[in-house]
């Protein structure tokens, strides 16, 4: 295959850079990573054909410098920017600034990036689209007999909060009309005893939700999806065992949930890799979008092994000026696909960070496994950024079977000299609820809590 | 006699809890055992650094947003 760019620059690092080489390569394109003072011995650098240093460790002088990656671009000649994920990968107007310097950016324009990364500019593209979202006032309601009918309107259970708090703060949770006025009242008095301002915000309570996100590809004009992810797994709201596809969901209500993420991304005419994401309440099988992420992502690995197809090279082409190289009744949707996201991390500690140097490492084999990392035996992981090392990634021809070799796999991995979030997935997949399916996004933080010392004495084993 | 504050952890030692904000400690101010005086921050987490023992801040042995290593001298007490 031959692609209008000819060299790219690679405005990130760890294993997504290591990840864009591998596809620019295939495409005969030539590659150049940035790099800051902390990975000069990255496996990025050591791979792409150039590097260029672009400033200290901190990635706001380095990674962070618009002005060091566009003069980097341009003094080795790169035609084109991929970002990643991270740093600048959502960033408008660092979007804009790669076309303003005559370069192609691997990524959707300025103005999609800035319109659906704005919250309401999402909710109304979504509106307009006919894409449900999550039921609730638009915006502030002044007085409780106006809230009274909202509520009607939305259903129970539903949150109320005080539109002039925040953070969280003085959220309440009712499930029917009589709670719902009491709470009403108080929250209301509450808010304009402390704030002046007894306005009300409210909105649908889900009480038992699950992420999931369709992959799309826009090249402008047409647009596709690859299926759908599950990414329920979450501490701290960051993802740590992504599935595809989302096993749980009717097959009526997939059918409907990935229309909606292409009826979306068509609205707004987009061009390039793109996720809708949504919350689907598993009670009453109704999913309602949140937000969309312009960008390749983390979890992508396991849509490409249910799909085969590259997405990352898929990107680069439609950068390129290329159209889909892939019509919806061509892109199959095969077997069962788990990643997990390996970080230096103690899990039974807290999970601290835990920076070092590797001091060997044993990656697993076989069919139907793959390993995107950015380690090698004697690199220093560096202490300044995110502590994702690499992504394990499995798939099998279902669920079970991809379970069982996740454990194959598991047990064969080793990286030595340093922590890892290892454990944490070798229990999780012996887990019963993990096994049949059973989990929501809030499942893991109590999971954790109730096998905390568990983890520790399993960290303690392996270290004997 | 002076003690040492040693780094318990690689990562940018920080002074100030946050860009706009003023230092925990300053030279010449005194100092508990146990107070904050200072941040590691480690893959993008902030880890508090605090005096293990009392007496006067003598000096900060390396500046605000540089680079550290587990075991390296931050801060001298007096």
């Known amino acids: 295959m031959v692609c209008s760019i000819k060299k790219l620059l690679i405005a990130n690092r760890g294993e997504i850079a290591v990840r864009i080489i591998r596809a620019a390569r295939e495409l005969g394109i030539q590659t150049v990573q940035v790099y800051s003072d902390a990975d000069v011995e990255s496996l990025a650098v050591r791979m792409a054909d150039e590097a260029v240093n672009i400033g200290p460790a901190q990635a706001q002088k380095s990674y962070l410098s618009a002005d060091a990656i566009l003069s980097a671009a341009k003094e080795c000649g790169a035609d084109a920017i991929h970002p990643g994920y991270g740093f600048f990968a959502e960033n408008a107007d660092f979007a804009d600034a790669v076309v303003g310097a005559g370069m192609v950016f691997v990524g959707p324009s300025g103005n999609t990036i800035r319109m659906m990364g704005d919250k309401v500019g999402g909710r109304n593209a979504a509106r307009m689209a006919g894409v449900p979202i999550v039921p609730g006032s638009d915006g502030r309601i002044g007085d409780l007999i106006e809230a009274e009918r909202v509520a009607e309107e939305i259903g129970f259970p539903l949150m109320i909060k005080a539109s002039a708090g925040g953070g969280g703060r003085g959220i309440r949770v009712v499930s029917n009309m009589d709670a719902f006025r009491e709470q009403a009242h108080q929250a209301s008095a509450e808010a304009q005893a402390a704030f002046g301002d007894g306005g009300l915000y409210i909105e649908r309570f889900i009480e038992k939700s699950r992420h999931v996100e369709v992959q799309i590809m826009g090249d402008g004009e047409n647009v596709v999806h690859f299926y759908e992810r599950e990414c329920s797994m979450q501490r701290r709201r960051q993802k740590v065992w992504e599935e595809a596809p989302a096993t749980m969901l009717p097959g009526d209500v997939r059918e409907k949930l990935c229309k909606s993420a292409v009826d979306l991304a068509a609205q707004v005419f987009y061009k390039g890799a793109g996720t809708v994401e949504f919350l689907y309440d598993s009670n009453t099988h109704e999913y309602f979008f949140i937000e969309m992420n312009t960008r390749i992502q983390v979890e992508h690995p396991v849509t490409e092994m249910i799909t085969g197809v590259d997405l990352v090279r898929e990107m680069i082409l439609i950068a390129g000026g290329e159209k889909i190289s892939v019509s919806q009744s061509d892109i199959p949707c095969t077997g069962h696909a788990i990643e997990v996201r390996l970080n230096a991390e103690d899990p039974a500690k807290q999970f601290l960070p835990w920076p070092g140097q590797i001091s060997e490492m044993r990656v697993p084999g076989g069919a139907g496994i793959r390993f995107d990392a950015m380690i090698y035996p004697g690199y220093v992981i560096p202490p300044f950024y995110d502590s994702l090392l690499g992504k394990l990634i499995v798939w099998d021809k279902d669920r079970s079977a991809a379970i069982a070799r996740l454990e194959r796999a598991l047990a064969e991995l080793s990286i030595g000299g340093v922590k890892s979030t290892q454990p944490l997935f070798e229990a999780l997949a012996k887990d019963r609820n993990v096994r049949e399916g059973e989990f929501d996004t809030r499942w893991l933080e109590v999971w954790l809590e109730d096998n905390q010392s568990s983890l520790a004495e399993e960290q303690e084993k392996g270290a004997a | ?78």
Do not use: W
Not at chain 2, 28 to 38: L, M, Y
Not at chain 2, 44 to 51: D, Q, T, V, Y
């Open chain 2, 1 to 78: 006699m002076s003690t040492q504050i040693i780094a318990h952890l690689p990562g940018t030692f920080y002074r100030t809890p946050s860009p706009d904000a003023p230092a925990y400690k300053e030279v010449g101010d005194a100092v508990s055992e146990g107070d904050v005086v200072g941040l590691i921050e480690v893959m993008k987490s902030f880890h508090e650094l605090r005096a293990n023992v009392s007496g006067t801040v003598k000096a900060f042995l390396v500046s605000s947003e540089e680079a550290v290593m587990p075991g390296q001298p931050l801060v001298e007490i007096e």
